[in-house]
């Protein structure tokens, strides 16, 4: 299992769910991805992009300038 950190501070919506879709393609199954965003949208877009495409959504935690998402790589 890998882990890889997706930096998007900075970056508006539609960019970080985008971003994440395209790091998600190049892991396997089981590997994590964190994903910084600065975003206000991405906590509804990011966790929205797990459920349509199989992906778990570890953990989401409000951070002082946005958000860090923990995400699994589903089947």
Not at 45 to 68: K, M, Q, V, W, Y
Request: glycine share 6%.
């Amino acid at each position: 299992m890998s882990e890889t950190t997706l930096d998007l501070k900075g970056l508006k919506c539609p960019l970080p769910v985008l971003k994440t879709r395209k790091a998600m393609t190049r892991l396997s199954e089981g590997d994590h991805l964190t994903v910084l965003t600065t975003d206000p949208m991405a906590e509804i877009d990011i966790p929205h992009f797990c459920r349509e495409n199989g992906h778990t959504l570890l953990a989401s935690e409000r951070t002082e300038t946005g958000h860090t998402f923990r995400l699994a790589k589903g089947a």
